[in-house]
Structures are given as C-alpha cells and as structure tokens.
C-alpha cells in the first residue's frame, strides 16, 4: 500500500468509507493484480488513513485473538471444492472456521 498526497480533488473514493479526497490530503493507494482464467486483472483501490488504521487494528486483534486460541468456532461454513478433472461441479469438501480458518 502506497501512501499519497492527492494533487487536485481525486475522482476516486475511499472503498471502505465512501470519503472523497481533496488537493493535499493523504491517501493509501493499493494495487492488486490477479491472474485468472489466463487473463491477468489489475485493480486499483483507494483506501483513506482513518480506514487503513482501522482495518490493521482489526486485522492485529483477529491475529491475536486467533493466535490465544480461543476461537470456539462459533461460525463455520461449508467449503466446496471443485471436483478433479472437472471444470464447474463442485462438491462439498470440509467446514471451515469462519473466523481462525481452522478445519473443523
Ligand atoms: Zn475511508
Ligand atoms: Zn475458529
């Protein structure tokens, strides 16, 4: 993630908030590429400093919340998984921990 200074008013908003950025107010840039199908994606997304601090506070509590090993897994859901050699059947395959990721 790339922190920036907007040089005009961005067109652009935060994804998370919705904020718009005026000439001289800091903004995170963050740049994702995904490959699929054999075709590759990049996607950009704005993210302003009040929601990036706020996502990594979340994302600092979730690691220490998982790493204490508390999680009763109180939200799991059904994994599918695509069936070898086939291109679009899927079946179920385990149930995930929706929070820590654990097989449970
Ligand atoms: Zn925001
Ligand atoms: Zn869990």
């Known amino acids: 993630m790339k ?3 907007a040089s005009r008013r961005l067109n652009r908003t935060c994804i998370c908030c919705n904020k718009s950025f005026v000439k001289g107010e ?4 963050e740049r994702n590429v995904l490959k ?4 590759i994606f ?7 400093p009040r929601c990036k ?6 994302g600092e ?7 204490s090993g508390k999680c009763h897994h109180p939200i799991t859901d059904e994994i599918w ?6 291109d679009y059947v899927k079946e179920p395959s385990h149930t995930e921990c929706c929070i820590c ?3 449970v």
């Open 26 to 29: 800091i903004y995170y840039i």
């Open 61 to 67: 509590r979730r690691k220490q919340f998982i790493e």
């Open 81 to 86: 998984k695509t069936i070898a050699g086939e």
């Open 42 to 48: 990049a996607c950009e997304y704005l993210v302003c």
């Open 53 to 58: 601090y706020e996502n990594e506070r979340k």
């Open 3 to 5: 922190r920036k200074v």
């Open 36 to 39: 699929e199908f054999g075709e």
């Open 101 to 103: 990721g654990e097989v």
